[in-house]
């Protein structure tokens, strides 16, 4: 078993102090394994005024200005969204570190790291390839983040009434969805917003998006799947004129006049898996299914 130099570049969780902690463990076994490491700055700075790190202790980047051997997300699955929305088309493998809460995405524990890191240094690993969506708004990308891993939602602003979704499957006319909103979720994003309104799990690996409403108005209506292959075009309706669309939950406020794209993205994120990772034991613990609540 042979090992190599790797170069890591860490993304990071910036609100909770108490559990970014657990920087010090990965970056103390980075250093050990000869790895080079660099922090995106919001998070860097982050650390140091919580005096988790010491000043340039570390080296630091910009924006997309990186590249690296793997990427690493420290925090929960929002975390790692937002990592991956940064990873952009590079296709960097993302580990994901979970100090946040379910962790679908990050199912690193940081006590686990030092293993995780040996496996990487010596090539044993898998990863998963996750499809994207993208979003457009009249056929110009929705400003910097219309790309998502999880999903995307259109869905009504505050406390208006609910809004009118016209959309269409490959020009092909659906329905018109009456509802407080819709998201159109990846097989990643299954289990997140989109499982919360009663949309389908959906394996990863399986080529399709799932549209869900978000409180209908009619009892008729239920979630629909379809290939990843299709285009869909949404055209809204609001009483209040606008609406919001949330990019794998960052929202923007959008004028009801304009046409939404939605489709598969040229690219796909890479996320590492340790040898051995099975999808349905993650699933079943995150879901609890068998679990006796008597007990």
């Known amino acids: 078993m042979t090992s190599r130099k790797l170069k890591f570049a860490i993304f990071g969780n910036t609100y909770q102090t108490h559990k970014s902690v657990a920087i010090n463990q990965v970056l103390a076994c980075l250093r050990a394994g000869g790895a080079e490491v660099y922090i995106d700055r919001e998070y860097y700075e982050f650390l140091a005024a919580s005096g988790l790190i010491a000043p340039d202790e570390v080296a630091v980047f910009d924006g997309d200005d990186f590249d690296a051997s793997f990427v690493i997300s420290m925090g929960g699955d929002g975390t790692f969204l937002k990592s991956a929305g940064r990873v952009g088309d590079k296709e960097i493998p993302i580990l994901g570190v979970n100090i946040g809460r379910l962790g679908f995405l990050a199912g690193v524990n940081p006590n686990d790291f030092s293993e995780c890191f040996r496996s990487l240094a010596a090539g044993d690993y898998d990863t998963e390839s996750r499809a994207v969506i993208a979003v457009e708004n009249d056929g110009e990308p929705f400003t910097d983040y219309g790309r998502a891993l999880n999903d995307v939602a259109i869905l009504k602003r505050d406390n ?80 209040s004129h606008n609406f919001l669309v949330a990019v794998d939950g960052r929202s923007e ?26 999808y349905f034991d993650t699933l079943r613990e995150k879901m609890m299914w068998g679990m006796d609540k008597r007990s």
């Open 160 to 239: 208006a009434s609910m809004i009118s979704i016209r959309t269409q499957i490959d020009g092909e006319y659906l329905t018109t969805f009456r509802a407080d909103g819709l998201i159109v979720s990846t097989p990643t994003g299954s289990t997140a917003y989109s499982l919360s309104n009663g949309g389908p799990i959906i394996v990863p690996g399986t080529h399709v998006l799932s549209l869900t409403a978000v409180a209908p108005h009619s009892l008729n209506i239920r979630p629909i799947v379809i290939p990843d292959t299709s285009t869909v075009t949404l055209t809204v309706e609001s009483r």
């Open 253 to 278: 406020k959008c004028s009801d006049v304009t046409s939404l794209t939605i489709r598969k993205a040229p690219y796909q994120v890479r996320i590492v898996k340790r040898a051995g990772y099975r």
